[in-house]
């Protein structure tokens, strides 16, 4: 219970630092406090370090495409400049490093529950991007095309990020060392 809401409080601590930090225009505050936050869940994990490592680099690979893939419409428009021109922007990639923590800790009851896990995603991401957006990380300038493609992406895109991070975690022998 206790490693629960310590994972809880450092996801919400890296939120923040990420959101605030595209808000303020500094951008090293994020990825910055993600390091930190994604460092203290991996020397936590213990005999589950293989798997965090899996789901931490699937949700690093898979998830910013969602963000680019929104904000390629222009529906909606990161403060922080794109990486590369197009690519999700390093706060927004260090959100997700800091999100993929939660995923076996204290989002785990979700995660082991697909269907909940994506109606959860379509009702709360949203809100969350417009908590983000009215705290000056991000400006929604389509507000119901944009809201409604990120809750149907990360509807679509979460399950298969865990799907293809337990496949990760099996190929590597996670499975078979009980890790």
């Known amino acids: 219970m206790a490693r629960t809401v310590l994972n809880f409080a450092l996801f ?3 939120w ?3 959101i605030y930090g595209m808000a303020l225009h500094k951008p090293w505050l994020g990825p910055l406090v993600a390091v930190v ?3 203290v869940h991996l020397a936590l994990s213990g005999e589950q370090r293989l798997r965090e490592l899996c789901t931490l680099l ?3 690979l898979i998830g910013p495409l969602i963000d680019t893939a929104v904000a ?8 922080e400049p794109l990486s590369f ?9 260090a959100l997700w490093a800091v999100f993929a923590t939660t995923l076996h800790s204290s989002l785990g009851w979700l995660t082991e529950r697909p269907w909940m896990l994506a109606v959860g995603c379509a009702v709360s991401v949203p809100i969350t991007y417009w908590i983000a957006a009215g705290l000056g990380a991000a400006r929604v300038l389509e507000p119901v095309p944009a809201l409604l493609s990120l809750g149907v992406l990360w509807a679509v895109g979460l399950p298969v990020i865990m799907r293809v991070s337990q496949r990760l975690h099996g190929m ?3 499975a078979r060392a009980g890790a």
């Open 58 to 60: 699937t949700a690093l």
């Open 37 to 39: 936050v994604v460092g």
């Open 72 to 79: 390629a419409t222009r529906w909606l428009e990161f403060v």
């Open 16 to 18: 923040f630092a990420c």
């Open 172 to 174: 590597l022998g996670g």
């Open 12 to 14: 919400y601590g890296g």
């Open 85 to 93: 021109g197009f690519y999700a922007p390093p706060s927004e990639i």
